[in-house]
């Protein structure tokens, strides 16, 4: 007979081994499972860090790429601002610095009409601000920098578009053509003396032979009617219409043919300092007060005596006589102005160097020793700054031309003379109003006495 309870043991052993048997499969499954989700789990490591790698490089590239274009847009000869479509400036580039005066800093996300507006002037933009609604701009128009120098730059400005035909920026090039302007308005300058110094030379040939024999027969005729006062008045009146004819030719001729110059080692504020005595006698009949501001201990150039003492004592004058109730003359002097600058490790001007180098023959643009084959030039700075009315700006083109003068008096060939003197010592001359609109100056930049 079967014992109940030993079969009961039985079944509960046999219920055990099947769930121990049930474990062990799910174990072995879940082990698998493991082992293959781990295998995975590796696998997508091993892609994930490949793809780490490849969006690193395609990181590192872009900032190549993203440094390599900011370095070529830092490097650039010209000025580059970008500004958005709110009017925003989001790049402002070291030439734009340069030529501005301002600082990135200071006007990165600010408005461009706010931060330049008032800079900007020519006569097709009276408006004072350029509009960038019209997408494209090209010309020529005079700048005010931070420090109040005015400029004449070279602009353009284009649209960049997006892919849905918006606009997404403006660029605005910069390129700063003042030392161009200067010397294109020095040759246009230069050429029409010599046109008009050829015609005066003529004339003036023309009228010496004639006026000569005027003077002599007047003089004749004076000693004949010496009996006669009232006659003989007449022919003195004669007389000194011719020798004020004469005194005007005179002035003509020299104008139109200097003597050549004899050079040599000059102290510039010796000289100014004679000119500035001989005009006391000036300057002490009204309300006039000359201030010197010699910013240099010595100041020497190569120069002809004579010559510049005309050319001191003429533009001083000139000077004085723009203020005729009264004022302030400032004579300041300053020295190391470098101009055309090609000398070792400097890097030469291309405008000027086509210009007035390449265009002459003598030198390869091309070679990369060029820089080494030009001297550098350095220049003093002679500033005449007077407290007058300033000059009108449609006139200030022609106040060196010859015989253009808006005094009652006067041939007009003063400006003129001082502008030959000049040429002749190898210097520039300018003339600009003073921004607060009293008063006018006068810059001469002169070579500095170099041995040789």
Not at 431 to 442: D, H, R, S
Request: charged share 30%.
């Amino acid at each position: 007979m079967e014992n109940p309870d030993l079969n009961d043991q039985t079944n509960r052993v046999d219920l055990l081994s099947e769930a121990f048997l049930s474990f062990n499969q799910a174990t072995s499954k879940l082990k698998k499972a493991y082992t293959d989700l781990k295998k995975k789990i590796d696998s997508l490591n091993l892609e994930l860090e490949k793809k780490n790698r490849e969006l690193e490089d395609n990181l590192r590239e872009k900032e190549e790429v993203k440094n390599y274009l900011n370095n070529i847009l830092e490097s650039l000869t010209t000025g580059v601002i970008v500004i958005n479509p709110e009017g925003e400036i989001t790049i402002f580039n070291k030439m734009a610095e340069r030529i501005t005066g301002y600082y990135s800093r200071e006007v990165i996300n600010k408005s461009f009409k706010d931060s330049f507006g008032p800079c900007f002037s020519s006569d097709k933009a009276r408006g004072g601000y350029l509009n960038f609604d019209s997408g494209f701009f090209e010309g020529e128009m005079r700048f005010i920098r931070k420090n109040k120098k005015r400029l004449h730059l070279k602009v353009s400005t284009s649209t960049v578009m997006n892919s849905q035909k918006k606009m997404i920026s403006t660029i605005m090039i910069l390129q700063d053509i003042s030392k161009l302007k200067r010397l294109e308005e020095q040759a246009g300058r230069s050429s029409r003396l010599m046109a008009m110094g050829e015609m005066a030379a003529k004339i003036v040939h023309e009228v010496k032979n004639p006026l000569g024999s005027i003077e002599l027969f007047a003089s004749l005729l004076r000693q004949d009617l010496a009996d006669d006062i009232e006659k003989e008045k007449l022919a003195g009146q004669i007389l000194n219409g011719v020798k004020g004819i004469d005194h005007v030719v005179s002035n003509l001729l020299f104008f139109t043919k200097f003597s050549k110059p004899s050079f040599k080692k000059i102290n510039v504020h010796e000289f100014l300092d004679e000119a500035i005595t001989f005009t006391r006698h000036v300057t002490n009949k009204g309300e006039f007060n000359l201030v010197r501001r010699y910013n240099c201990q010595k100041f020497e150039i190569n120069g002809d005596p004579e010559l510049l003492r005309q050319l001191f004592l003429n533009i001083i004058l000139n000077g004085i006589q723009a203020m005729s109730s009264g004022g302030e003359l400032i004579i300041s002097t300053g020295k190391d102005f470098s101009e055309f600058n090609f000398g070792p490790g400097s890097k030469p001007d291309l405008k000027i160097q086509d210009k007035f180098l390449g265009n002459l023959g003598f030198f390869d643009l091309s070679d990369s020793s060029f820089e080494n084959k030009i001297p550098a030039r350095r220049f003093g700075e002679i500033k005449f700054i007077d407290s007058g009315m300033g000059i009108d700006c449609d006139i200030m083109d022609k106040i060196f031309d010859p015989f253009f003068t808006t005094k009652e008096k006067g041939m007009g060939l003063g400006l003129s003379i001082v502008n030959n003197i000049v040429d002749l010592h190898g210097g520039t001359m300018e003339v600009e109003n003073l921004l607060q609109g009293k008063g006018a100056v006068f810059t001469l930049n002169l070579p500095l006495f170099k041995e040789n």
